[in-house]
């Protein structure tokens, strides 16, 4: 059986991602992304997500994950997902995105897509 470290917690919420780079499949074009930092949707935008905040290219884009999929996966991992690995969720679903040149400011991340991803990032 592997088992896989849990992302440590600690330091800055705009250090748990290093910058990267998405180049579209679409255009070609490669995008600039750093990683901010992550809130509580509720208190700003009266969703039920966890916001993760990015720069793309300089300009501000949130990704909100459902909170729903953080209450399956305590439920079936017996642990709360750390912000370190819902920044890495909320990464691979920008990521995503942006090789399909689907840019926009606010991305809301249904359930099932958070799910998938935890999985896809590889998180136990």
């Known amino acids: 059986m592997t088992t ?8 800055a919420m705009s250090q748990f991602i290093a910058p990267f780079e998405v180049t579209s499949k679409l255009s070609g074009q490669t995008y600039q992304c750093r ?3 992550m809130w ?6 009266h969703a039920d997500t966890i916001d993760a905040k990015f720069f793309v290219d300089g300009e501000a884009h949130v990704v909100g994950l459902a909170h729903t999929a953080f209450v399956k996966f305590r439920e079936k991992a017996r642990r709360d997902l750390t912000d370190r690995e819902a920044s890495f969720v909320a990464a691979e679903y920008l990521r995503e995105r942006l090789e399909e040149d ?3 400011p606010l991305y809301d991340v249904p359930e099932s897509e958070v799910l998938r991803l935890i999985e896809l990032v590889g998180i136990k």
């Open 40 to 45: 509580n949707g509720s208190a700003t935008r």
């Open 35 to 37: 990683s901010a930092h």
């Open 4 to 11: 896989r470290p849990v992302l440590a917690n600690a330091g």
């Open 102 to 104: 689907d840019i926009r």
